[in-house]
C-alpha cells in the first residue's frame, strides 16, 4: 500500500488515470482476498481450534493450580500433625506462613506457564522471545536490586521462623499483628486498624511477642497510711482469683513486695505469667480486683468505726443517764428523808436526850 501511494504522488499529471486504475485494481484485489479469507471454512475453523486450544490451556493451569494448592495442604496438615507429638513446640502459624507462600509461588509459575503457552498458540517464536526476557531481567535484576533483596530476605524471614502470620511483632517502630507475608512485602495492623505494609529487604531488627509466654508486671501504689503486712495480705487474696477469672492467666500472681518508696507512699509489684499479647487484659484484671479489695476493706474499716463510735456513744449516754439518776435519788432523800444521814450527824446528835424522859420512882 505504501508503494502504491508512492507511486500515485510521484505519477505525473499524463499518468494519473492509468495510476488510478492500478489502485482501484489493487484495492479490488485486496478486498477480495479479505473476503475469500472470512469466507473460506479453514480459516474459521483454524480460528476455533486456536481458540479451543487457549480455553483448554487455561481450564488445565487452573486445574494445576487447584491441584498444586490441595498437595500443599495436605503436607502442611501431615507436618503439623507429626509435629504435635514432638518434644519440642511446633507453631500451627509458621505451617499457615509457608502453606501461604507455597500457594503464591505456585500461582505465579502457573499463570506464567500458561501466558506462555498462550503466546505460542498465537503464532509467536518463544525463543527470541525468551532471549530477551532473559536480557529484560538481567537489566532489571540490576536495575532493581532491592526488589530481589526483599524477595530473599522474604524466604529467609519464612524459613528461619522470625515471625509467622498472626503473630504481635514490632519493626523498627510499626507494632502489629502480622497478616500477610509476602515474596516482597510484610503487612502488619495495629490495635486500632492502622495497615503498616513494609518491604523484607529493610526490616534489620524483629521483636517478636508471640514465641512465648509473657509475664505481667503491675505496680500498685499503697499510702503510706496503710500498714505493709496488711496491704501484703490485702493484694495476695485479691490476685488469688485472678487464675479462674480468665483462662489468659497461667499460674497465681506473685506479690514482689515494696518496689519503691517515698514518705507518702510506698508501692508493691505484682507479676503474673499470662499467654503471650495478653499482657494488657491480665494488667487490667489485676489492677481492677486490687481496686475492689481495696474499697471492700475501706467499706469494712469505716462501718467499724461507725459501729465503735455509736457504742462508744451508748455507753456515754448511758453513764450520763446513770449520774443524773443518782443525782435526782440523793436530792429527794434530803427532801423528803427522816434527817441526815447517820454518817454526817454530830456527835450531840448522836447522842441521845434523856432530859425530857420522865423519871422512874422517886
Known amino acids: 500500500m505504501s508503494d502504491m501511494l508512492k507511486r500515485f504522488l510521484t505519477a505525473d499529471d499524463t499518468n494519473i488515470p492509468e495510476q488510478a486504475t492500478d489502485t482501484a485494481k489493487e484495492a479490488v484485489t485486496f478486498m477480495t482476498s479479505v473476503w475469500n479469507r472470512l469466507t473460506d471454512p479453514a480459516t474459521w475453523l483454524a480460528l476455533a481450534d486456536t481458540a479451543l486450544r487457549i480455553v483448554l490451556i487455561v481450564v488445565l493451569a487452573q486445574i494445576a ?100 502470620v498472626g503473630d504481635v511483632v514490632q519493626i523498627a517502630t510499626y507494632k502489629g499483628t502480622v497478616e500477610v507475608i509476602g515474596l516482597r512485602t510484610t503487612r502488619l495492623r495495629n490495635w486500632n486498624g492502622e495497615v503498616y505494609v513494609i518491604p523484607n529487604g529493610t526490616i534489620t531488627n524483629v521483636t517478636n511477642f508471640s514465641l512465648a509466654n509473657a509475664k505481667a508486671v503491675i505496680d500498685i501504689p499503697m499510702s503510706a497510711d496503710h500498714a505493709l503486712d496488711e496491704s501484703l495480705k490485702l493484694v495476695s487474696r485479691a490476685v488469688e482469683k485472678a487464675r479462674d477469672k480468665n483462662v489468659k492467666v497461667l499460674e497465681l500472681p506473685e506479690v514482689r513486695g515494696i518496689q519503691t518508696m517515698t514518705t507518702g507512699e510506698y508501692t508493691l509489684r505484682v507479676v503474673v505469667n499470662c499467654e503471650p499479647n495478653a499482657q494488657s487484659e491480665v494488667e487490667s484484671l489485676i489492677r481492677g480486683e486490687v481496686k475492689r479489695a481495696l474499697e471492700r476493706d475501706d467499706a469494712l474499716k469505716k462501718a467499724l468505726a461507725e459501729e465503735a463510735e455509736r457504742k462508744a456513744q451508748a455507753e456515754e449516754e448511758r453513764k450520763e443517764t446513770e449520774a443524773k439518776a443518782l443525782e435526782s435519788s440523793s436530792v429527794d432523800m434530803q427532801v423528803s428523808g427522816p434527817g441526815k444521814p447517820e454518817v454526817e450527824k454530830t456527835d450531840a446528835e448522836k447522842k441521845p436526850n434523856t432530859e425530857d424522859k420522865p423519871h422512874s420512882a422517886q
Not at 69 to 86: H, P, T
Not at 92 to 109: C, D, E, Q, S
Open 65 to 164: 493450580i487447584r491441584i498444586s494448592y490441595r498437595i500443599i495442604d495436605r503436607a502442611i496438615l501431615r507436618q503439623s500433625e507429626e509435629g504435635k507429638g514432638n518434644k519440642f513446640r511446633v507453631k500451627p502459624r509458621r505451617f499457615v506462613t509457608i502453606g501461604k507462600l507455597l500457594k503464591n509461588m505456585a500461582l505465579i509459575v502457573f499463570n506464567f506457564i500458561m501466558l506462555l503457552l498462550i503466546i505460542s498458540e498465537l503464532g509467536y517464536d518463544l525463543a527470541p522471545l525468551i532471549a530477551g526476557a532473559g536480557v529484560v531481567g538481567l537489566a532489571i535484576g540490576f536495575g532493581a536490586q532491592s526488589l530481589v533483596k526483599d524477595v530473599i530476605t522474604g524466604f529467609f524471614i519464612v524459613f528461619e521462623d522470625q515471625f509467622a
